[in-house]
């Protein structure tokens, strides 16, 4: 069965530094991933999307993930992080289901971003 | 602009009552989803339709009902058998059969039993 998993459920981080947030996936088939930002009380966002091509998609907001086949991952990275970066982050990978597709979401992680 | 509205924007249920939450959604997309999102737990899906007047059972359908009357239209009723229902509930679409589309979400409904 497809899975997601997202290692660290709370990243604190001081501005200006860089961060990665860490995704794991499981799925016997070929995946489309990716990754969403929710600030609270708000519905998710789309980030950036790995389809196919290259392994180091760049999405929105300065940040990036690289699609590791070997190791199963798809971690997002930001170089330098500002305040306004504090949100949850949800990885995602897209299976198949009935004629359509369904997306697999990983508990997400907390990205709390300090002066 | 299109998009996915949400209403309302918390609503508060009494113990044995029935609520129905409203999602609506511009975007010409053949595929709803309800997800039920609980702090730590991350989203789980709910219901799911992919064309009008059809629909299928989720990961948590238990409790739970929807409707799929007009392709724009997706409202979820949270039951009085849904035992534990605080909880924030998001509406999202898609184009049916692409998967490499992803999702777009409405802003939420935060339901609260009181």
């Known amino acids: 069965a497809q899975s997601v998993t997202q290692l660290d459920s709370q990243v604190p981080v001081f501005e200006e530094a860089p961060v990665e947030l860490r995704c794991n996936y499981s799925s016997s088939v070929s995946v489309y991933l990716f990754w969403y930002v929710q600030y609270p009380n708000q519905g998710l966002q789309l980030l950036l999307k790995?389809?196919?091509?290259?392994?180091l998609v760049k999405g929105i907001n300065g940040f990036e993930a690289e699609f590791n086949k070997s190791q199963t991952s798809f971690h997002l990275r930001k170089p330098s992080v500002h305040i306004s970066d504090t949100a949850e982050y949800f990885c995602?990978?897209?299976?198949?289901?009935?004629?359509?597709?369904?997306?697999?979401f990983g508990s997400g992680t907390r990205l709390l971003v300090r002066p | 602009d299109g998009g996915i509205t949400q209403s309302p924007k918390y609503l508060f249920r009494k113990e044995g009552q029935n609520v129905t939450l409203s999602c609506e959604q511009n975007?010409?997309?053949?595929?709803m989803y309800w997800y039920r999102q609980d702090p730590g737990q991350g989203l789980r899906l709910i219901y799911y339709s992919q064309i009008v007047n059809d629909f299928q059972k989720g990961d948590i359908a238990e409790g739970y009902s929807v409707s799929r009357e007009k392709k724009e239209s997706f409202p979820l009723t949270v039951t009085s058998a849904q035992k534990n229902p605080t909880a924030f509930y998001l509406c999202a679409s898609s184009m049916r059969g692409t998967s490499n589309y992803g999702y777009t979400f409405g802003s939420g409904t935060r339901l609260t039993v009181v």
């Open positions: 975007l010409n997309h053949d595929a």
């Open positions: 790995y389809l196919s091509g290259s392994t």
């Open positions: 995602a990978v897209s299976v198949p289901m009935d004629s359509s597709y369904k997306l697999i």
